[in-house]
């Protein structure tokens, strides 16, 4: 009885004295470990417990630190404080999956719990459910959201540089001058004393006529399409008529007509009542012009 309760004693002193003892040499281990962790050389070791028992006398452990020594007839015992390597834990599971594609997920695509990203619609499926080979995806989730409300309108933007200049086209009015000094000779003659060649088109004709002769001189023009010649007698396409008050009279016609063959020639053509009325003497008093005002649209 006596001796099984030195044992206890012992027992309760060598606990005391492990406690205090891991807790001394674990403070002092960590003072003694540098703040930046151990070199890439040193591998990690388990820490050591050491104690020195006195087995002839009465069986007490003391711990000693690191480095002392144990004094006969002690000896010295040691063992780590970390056990040896337990077996490898059982597999993980495999973790979630975002797949991708330019089309909607299949049954047969990927793992339940895994997620699916449309491409072509910016639309999120998952998580998949059911097994594996026959999966629901569910409703997709649009990733883009409705279109905002419109934007204020921006500042306008500078001009920008100009252009190079166009081709100059086709002329659109033709002209010739009446020659001065032509005589004007009363009828049934009439002399013609401009003529325009004209394409085919739509014009506005006008002649400007400056005669001269003797105050009471009647002078009648006639403008229309063909040469001089087809103008005599009445009716004629436009004309312009008048009575002299002195030796010079302007008459002036205009005559809108369309022209519908490739090559059109129109004429003006003066006749007066006595002889000795003339064109007038300054060049490009008279004259005739035509002015293209429209372009014939074949049917």
């Given amino acids: 009885m006596h001796h099984a309760t030195e044992v206890e004693g012992v027992v309760r002193f060598v ?36 104690a020195c028992v006195n087995e002839a006398k009465d069986g007490l452990m003391r711990l000693i630190y690191p480095g002392q020594r144990c004094l006969n007839p002690r000896n010295m015992v ?14 993980g599971q495999d973790g979630t999956s975002i797949l991708s594609g330019a089309t909607p997920p299949s049954a047969a695509v990927g793992q339940p719990g895994d997620f699916y990203l449309d491409t072509a619609t910016e639309a999120l499926y998952g998580p998949a459910s059911g097994v594996a080979g026959d999966l629901t995806w569910g409703t997709p989730l649009p990733l883009q959201g409705p279109a905002g409300p419109r934007g204020a309108a921006g500042p306008a933007g500078t001009n920008g540089i100009s252009g190079a200049q166009g081709a100059t086209g086709p002329s ?4 010739t001058p009446i020659a001065p000094n032509v005589p004007v000779p009363p009828l049934p003659f009439l002399t013609g004393l401009g003529t325009l060649t004209l394409p085919e088109g739509s014009y506005l004709v006008s002649a400007v006529v400056v005669v001269q002769g003797e105050a009471g001189d009647n002078v009648n023009c006639d403008l229309g399409p063909g040469s001089a010649d087809l103008l005599e007698g009445p009716p004629a396409d436009a004309e312009s008529l008048g009575t002299m ?34 064109s007038y003497d300054q060049a490009d008093a008279s004259y005739l012009t035509a002015t293209l005002i429209g372009q014939l649209t074949s049917q």
């Fill in 15 to 50: 606990r005391r004295w492990v406690a205090i003892g891991a807790a001394a040499f674990l403070t002092l281990l960590a003072s003694a470990v540098p703040l930046s962790g151990p070199t890439p050389s040193a591998e990690a070791s388990p820490p050591v417990l050491r």
């Fill in 78 to 91: 040691t063992w780590n404080m970390e056990g040896p390597p337990g077996p490898p834990g059982p597999q």
């Fill in 172 to 175: 659109n009015t033709y002209y």
């Fill in 245 to 278: 008050a002195g030796t010079y009279m302007t008459l002036d016609v205009t005559l809108p007509i369309v022209l519908t063959g490739a090559s059109n020639t129109v004429s003006i053509g003066c006749w007066a009542n006595t002889s000795g009325v003339f």
